[in-house]
């Protein structure tokens, strides 16, 4: 019987004809020839899971308010249950109970002198994105040396009085106080909290600093 040219062949014959052909392959075979002549329709359903889900991030992502952004230098090997505490404290006393408030923790900074952690030390700074660092003396100089802190006595106000005792020169020394200790977050002393002066979160500065004083008036 003479076979019929492909342009002369319904659709229904078409398919056909490709699974007899496809019939007579292997398995290795079969997967060549299907992503040679089919892959844009093998990828379709990749592109849109792909697609979809990243709608979902930016969706989720937009709805999200965050409170404040902190760094925490050097933190401990096993930190993690004081974080879920400090988070969990921190969302009850800067925010309003709604269900898409954050609190943006990065424990990933360093103070030492490799390139990764200069590096992130420099990023954190250019970016400009985080409200507060918390760390040791010597990182706390070196980025006080490049003007990135506020003045703590400005974002307290008149209630900067009170708590004047438990400030080094204008630093916040958080090892001062019991509330911070009970986190267990860092093992070093002094543990300083320096406002980056890029934020403009000053009342969840100020709230934050009043937070961890309080308990030693």
Known sequence: M????ESDMTPKEKRQAELEK???MSLGEKAGYLWTYYKIWLLIPVILIIVIWQGIQ???NAREVELISIGIADSGLDTTTGQEA??????VTLGT?????????DTGISSGDD???VMKRATVIGAGTMDMMICG????????????FA???????EDYGKYEEYFDDGRLDLSKSARWDSYRLVLYEPVYAGALAGSDKTDALRQFAEYFLSDMQ
């Open 58 to 60: 930016i969706y989720h």
């Open 2 to 5: 003479e076979q019929k040219h």
């Open 151 to 157: 003045d703590w006595e400005e974002i307290l106000g």
């Open 115 to 117: 390139s990764a952690s």
């Open 86 to 91: 400090f988070e969990r404290d921190l969302l």
């Open 137 to 148: 003396e010597e990182l706390y100089e070196e980025y006080e040396s490049q003007g990135a």
């Open 97 to 105: 109970g709604e269900a898409h408030e954050v609190i943006t923790l």
């Open 22 to 24: 496809l019939r007579g």
